[in-house]
């Protein structure tokens, strides 16, 4: 399943404890970080809101639509043909749950040829309604030294 595949791709790097609950986990901003599965070379890190309490605890809290993204060149990048061209704009490149069935953050790719650089758009979705909370980055495709 595509969605356990793409969030196993993180790793949680730190997080830090924004709102006390009496019972259960504390409401907490997560970080972690992904590479992007074709792009050796980028690294994006996700900063996100992560719900507490019981039903955060047991897996049935639905996750705030609040996140941001940074991501860096960290090696060598040589892009594919397929982002070249433009035919893999808009490909996900990260989705992670965010509640029990309906709601996910997903991380999509653009490439801007005119620039040469690559653009990642972090945003939640809903089946019915989705967000329009947001956030970019961009990794200018520059030789490795």
Request: glycine share 8%; net charge neutral; with cysteine.
């Amino acid at each position: 399943m595509m969605l356990v595949s793409h969030a196993s791709w993180a790793e949680e790097i730190g997080s830090v404890s924004t709102k006390f609950k009496m019972l259960g986990a504390n409401d907490k901003i997560v970080i972690e970080a992904f590479d992007d599965p074709q792009i050796p070379g980028a690294t994006c890190y996700l900063s996100r809101a992560k719900t507490g309490g019981i039903s955060g605890t047991v897996g049935v809290a639905e996750d705030t639509s609040d996140a941001s993204i940074a991501c860096r060149q960290i090696g060598p990048i040589s892009l594919p043909e397929k982002v070249k061209n433009g035919h893999e704009d808009g490909k996900e490149v990260f989705k992670k749950s965010t509640s029990l069935l309906f709601k996910s953050l997903q991380v999509v790719r653009f490439y801007d040829p005119k620039r040469n650089v690559l653009v990642y758009l972090t945003y939640s979705d809903r089946i019915i309604e989705g967000s329009p909370k947001n956030s970019i980055s961009i990794i200018p495709v520059t030789p490795w030294h």
